[in-house]
């Protein structure tokens, strides 16, 4: 199984990914593992707050490259935060 997140830091900025691994990914974006980009070290700390479960990595790899077209924190927040 796969996953499309979000994340998202205290200042209001949001983070789109995918991986295998949910929960050791979102530990490498706050530092607790290595493996990351300067980018979530730098502008962490950073909590889930979507995801989205995904047969294979072809199809997450799709949905989050869909996600981060719409370049817009409002489209994220109305329509995926909206229900979650």
Known sequence: MYYVYVLQNASGRFYIGQTADLQRRVQQHNGQ????????L????????WSEEHE????AMRREKQIKAMKSARWIRENLLADF
């Open 56 to 59: 294979d990595r072809v199809s």
């Open 33 to 40: 593992e290595k493996g990351t980009g300067k980018y979530t």
């Open 42 to 49: 730098k502008n962490g700390p950073w909590r889930l707050v």
